[in-house]
């Protein structure tokens, strides 16, 4: 029914299989194929085994929604029946806003590459949003600045770059330039999992297609399977799974334009670490870093050793996360609070 092009074998090993996902494995479960999603389609899963890649059976009642591109999961030899999804390792997942629906992003990726480019798309507030989102999934957030070729002032994005989060890993490359490969292979090996965000026309489909060794032609561009959303417009709403020419994967996760946060636990503080460090030594232990007499955050930012800016952001960001974290019910305006369903 379903024709794929022609996968290369790759090994266990490449594919990302590691003690982690073996340690799982239960008597009677050793028969079984290892196989990681692909693509996830409303009806539909695609995954990729060391083989090549299969259709997946699934039993009635399968819901595709509970899994993600990057998810390990075991399979029935013969029929290709879906028994079981082990558990992950790391899950990057977006918070639907509003406080309602967690979509699922992408599993097991060590590496979030975050993009932006050298320009006025440049935003402090959006790539926080981003690594709040990969410090939470237990994901390595790197930040990749494109189009320097571009820009007269490229160290001063990189400069500002780094000032958002301690130790982060910050990276310059022309993204249409081949050696942009070279710059992301560290994060690339074998086994090993990337996933990229950020904003439209940043250079994320040019910087998979070089990884995975494309041209625009058969590459990304043409590459994600197109749905037709609920407005009649075409739309391109699969994430998929990418092998790259130095044994590594790659998921892109298109669609993806606004970011909610909500439901996280320790990502914030993990961004905000300058300001969170310094909470401790305020006078009040329930010290808002408002107005209250020997706050240590504002007397960092009197002596110029935190941002004012970072104080704010914080705020917002933690009252959002907040927010989300309960599921509001009710009328509007007159909000009940209660705390998200059980077991999703
Ligand atoms: N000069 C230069 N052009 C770039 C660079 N990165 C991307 N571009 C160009 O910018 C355009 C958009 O790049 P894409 O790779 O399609 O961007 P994208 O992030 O995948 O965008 P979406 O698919 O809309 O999410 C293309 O014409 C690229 O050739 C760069 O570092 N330097
Ligand atoms: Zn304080």
């Known amino acids: 029914m379903s024709h794929f092009p022609a996968q ?17 494995l ?14 996830v389609h409303r009806t539909k899963l695609i995954a990729r085994s060391p083989s090549g890649t299969v259709r997946l059976r699934l039993s009635d009642g399968t819901r595709t929604s509970g899994f993600a591109v990057g998810d390990w999961v075991l399979v029935a030899p013969e029929t290709h029946l879906l028994c079981r999804r082990l ?4 899950l990057l997942q977006r918070h639907g806003g509003g406080g309602h629906v967690t979509q ?8 979030l590459f975050i993009v932006t480019s050298c320009n006025e798309e440049f935003s402090p507030a959006r790539l926080e949003r981003y690594l709040a989102l990969a410090n939470d999934a237990g994901t390595t957030p790197v930040v990749v600045l494109t189009k320097i070729d571009r820009a007269t002032d490229a160290e001063s994005f990189r400069l500002q770059t780094e000032a958002l989060q301690r130790g982060l890993v910050v990276l310059m490359l022309n993204a249409t330039a081949p050696e942009a490969a070279q710059t992301l292979a560290p994060w690339c090996g074998v086994g090993q999992t990337a996933a990229f965000v950020g904003s439209s026309g940043v250079g994320k489909s040019t910087l998979l297609n070089t990884l995975a060794g494309k041209s625009a032609q058969d590459g990304q561009a043409t ?3 197109r749905e037709t959303d ?6 391109t709403t699969s994430r998929s799974l990418h092998l790259t020419e130095t044994g590594g994967w790659v998921i892109d996760t298109p669609g993806m334009r606004s970011l909610n946060l909500g439901g996280l636990s320790t990502g914030l503080d993990e961004l905000f670490e300058e300001i969170v460090d310094l909470a401790p030594r305020c006078r009040f232990r329930d010290c808002t870093h408002a107005h209250e007499p020997g706050c240590a955050v504002r007397a960092a930012i009197e002596a110029k050793t935190v941002d ?8 917002k960001l933690c009252d959002e996360n907040r927010k989300n974290t309960a599921v509001g019910t009710g009328p509007r305006g007159k909000r009940v609070m209660k705390l998200p369903d059980k077991g999703r």
């Open 308 to 315: 004012p800016a970072r104080l704010d952001r914080w705020r």
């Open 223 to 225: 590459g994600p399977v």
């Open 8 to 24: 290369p074998p790759v090994s266990e090993a490449i594919l990302g299989w590691s003690l982690y996902f073996e340690d799982q």
């Open 230 to 235: 609920a407005k009649g417009r075409h739309t």
């Open 104 to 111: 699922l992003i992408a599993a097991n990726v060590d590496t």
């Open 26 to 39: 239960v008597s009677g479960e050793r028969h079984l194929l290892r196989m990681r999603i692909a693509t």
């Open 87 to 90: 558990d992950r390792r790391t």
